[in-house]
């Protein structure tokens, strides 16, 4: 069984950065994609970063998040992150990691998901 356990989350200032984990067990991690998701209040849950498995670590992310956030991982640790940096309110949301796969160039969510971390970006 795949478990996968968020952490980072937290309250924040506009303008200021987070660093979320997402730790991978049961699973080969190196041989899966991986993808962060957000969900806000009353928002639907988008992706906003994935990384592609393969030893060249191919990334894609949302517009919104281009230039401010950095997805990466470290297979020695089972490990992926996403770097949140010149965080603004609207980054607010539950964030989630996802065990996926790539296909044409998208990236698609497993069934296997965290719990979740909550970040808070506020005054």
């Known amino acids: 069984q795949v478990q996968l356990v968020e952490s980072g989350g937290g309250l924040v200032q506009p303008g200021g950065s987070l660093r979320l984990s997402c730790a991978a067990s049961?699973?080969?991690?190196?041989?899966?994609?991986m993808g962060w998701y957000r969900q806000a209040p009353g928002k639907q849950r988008e992706l906003v970063a994935g990384i592609t498995s393969s030893s060249g670590g191919s990334t894609n992310y949302i517009d919104s998040v281009k230039g401010r956030f950095t997805i990466s991982r470290d297979n020695a640790k089972n490990t992926v992150y996403l770097q949140m940096n010149s965080l603004k309110p609207e980054d607010t949301a539950v964030y989630l990691c996802?065990?996926?796969?790539?296909?044409?160039?998208?990236?698609?969510?497993?069934?296997?998901w965290g719990q979740g971390t909550e970040v808070t970006v506020s005054s």
């Open positions: 049961g699973t080969i991690f190196s041989i899966h994609a």
């Open positions: 996802n065990v996926g796969t790539y296909y044409r160039g998208n990236y698609y969510p497993s069934n296997y």
